[in-house]
C-alpha cells in the first residue's frame, strides 16, 4: 500500500506564508513532477513531509497514519524516503559503508551480508559499483547523487522524493538516475515525486505534474494539461527566460 495524504499544509516562516495550504493525494506507485518557480515551496513541502520541519497547520497522512507529528527517522521506517537538494553523504566512509550504515542503523538487527549483497545490486545498477571502496568525497558530484539515491533504496522506501536528482549532473549520469527512477517505479513499483527545474526531463518523465506558485498549489494533472494550463504559463513568465528553459 502506498497511499500519502497531504491535507490543507500552511507553512509560515516568521510573516513569509511558504505554503498557504497545500492539499493534494498519492494513491499507488504514482511518478510525480513537483515543479514551480524558485521559492515556490517545494523543498519545504518536502521537508514537512518528510518530518525534518513541522507544518503550521494542516496534516500528513501516510498509509492511513497521521505522519507529520513525527520524527524525520520515524517517518523514513514507515517506507518514506527523500534525497536533499544539496547531497549529504559520509564523506569519510566508503561508498559501501555509505550505503550500509543508514540501512544498519534503521534495522540494527538486519543481515549485514544480505544487506551488502543487495548494495552491490544497487550499485552496479547505478554504475557505481566499481567505486565501493572509494571514499565518498572522491567522487564527482554525479557519481555522490547516484550514491545517495542508491543509500535511499537501501531503505526500501515505497514512497520517494527526490529534490532536484539532475541538477549539476553530467548528461551521462543524468541517464543513469532517469533508467533509475524509471526500474524502481515500474519494476519495483515505488512512487516517486521529483522536484526538478529541468523542464524537457520533468515533463517527459512525469506521469502527473503537481504545480507550486507562491506556496499554492495551482495544477495537479498530466503533463500535456499542465502545460497548456493558464496558470501555469502564467506563473512562468514571471522568470527569466533561461530558468524557463533551463
Ligand atoms: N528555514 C527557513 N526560514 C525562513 N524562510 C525560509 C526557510 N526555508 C524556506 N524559506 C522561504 O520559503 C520560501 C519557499 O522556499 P523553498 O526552499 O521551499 O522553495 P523551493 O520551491 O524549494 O525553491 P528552489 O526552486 O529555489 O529550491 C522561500 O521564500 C524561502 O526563502
Ligand atoms: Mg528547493
Redesign the pocket.
Known sequence: MIELEVRNVVKH??G?Q?LKGVSFRINGPERIGLI?P???????LTNIISGVIKPTSGTVYFNGERIDPLKPYEIARRGLGRTF?ITRAFRRMTVMENMLVPALALHPTANRRALEKKATEILEFLTIDHLAREFARNLSGGQQKLLELGRLLMLDPKLIILDEPFAGVHPKLRQTIWDFIVHVNENLERAFIIIS?DMDTIFTLSKRLLV?NYGELIADGDPEAVRKDPRVIEAYLGEEEEEVAA
Open positions: 516562516f516568521g513569509l511558504a514551480g524558485n521559492g515556490a515551496g517545494k523543498t519545504t537538494q527545474h507550486l
